[in-house]
């Protein structure tokens, strides 16, 4: 499995963009790259996934340079009920084997008004 | 449809105690995940199946834990003999395919008094 590093945490204000990178070197060919959010007592959710270039939904953004080492999650206009630890993940997830997706320890984005 | 529902939400324990915890997935998933969090802590996997192929138990702490899938749908997490440190939230989660989105249940809050 591809080993993924994050920041432990971030803080931001209200109203800013935030962009959490995830850097994961021996990432495979056939690895994609999975963010996920997660609340206090409650278990994560899937925010976006993406192969290379560029994803976006109603959620965020996820930028993928060419080499695949690194992803950013990009967080438009960030509010308070953003504060969450968002996770991200790399693996082929079954595609090739029968190997799962992890979770490491996340990053914690504090958002302060 | 319904999600993913486990049971008990709340267990507690005596220390040396055996627990079964239970995963209900959402329907039609083939996959499914077991996590552990402590308290601050980021997830931690535990198995996971994958419709009919062997288990990925690589990542059971001890041969005190176990878990099974019957029928290809509900699974049962069994802690024997169980210790303070198992105290943790146990989350079951399931995905249509590997790859795919994790779908999580609202866990189950372990404590071993």
């Known amino acids: 499995l591809a080993k993924t590093t994050q920041p432990i945490s971030m803080d931001s204000y209200e109203g800013q963009e935030v962009n959490i990178t995830c850097s994961h070197n021996?990432?495979?060919?056939?690895?994609?790259i999975t963010w996920y959010q997660q609340f206090p007592s409650q278990g994560p959710r899937f925010i976006i996934q993406?192969?290379?270039t560029k994803v976006t939904n109603e959620v965020a953004s996820l930028f993928i340079p060419a080499d695949r080492k690194s992803s950013t999650l990009s967080l438009p206009r960030v509010s308070l009920s953003d504060t969450a630890v968002y996770y991200c993940l790399v693996g082929d997830a079954g595609v090739s084997g029968n190997t799962p997706l992890v979770f490491g320890k996340g990053t914690r984005l504090s958002v302060i008004a | 449809g319904a999600g993913v529902s486990q049971s008990p939400s709340n267990k507690v324990t005596e220390k040396g105690k055996d627990v079964e915890l239970r995963c209900d997935p959402i329907s039609g998933h083939t996959a499914l995940y077991w996590y552990r969090q402590s308290l601050g802590q980021g997830l931690e996997f535990l198995i996971y199946f994958q419709g009919n192929s062997a288990p990925d138990k690589s990542g059971l702490p001890s041969d005190r834990f176990s878990a099974e899938r019957t029928g290809g749908s509900v699974s049962t997490l069994t802690i024997q003999r169980t210790q303070q440190e198992d105290s943790a939230v146990y989350l079951c989660a399931s995905s249509a395919q590997a790859r795919n989105e994790q779908f999580f249940g609202p866990g189950t809050r372990l404590t071993v008094l």
């Open positions: 021996n990432i495979a060919t056939n690895d994609y």
């Open positions: 993406g192969y290379k």
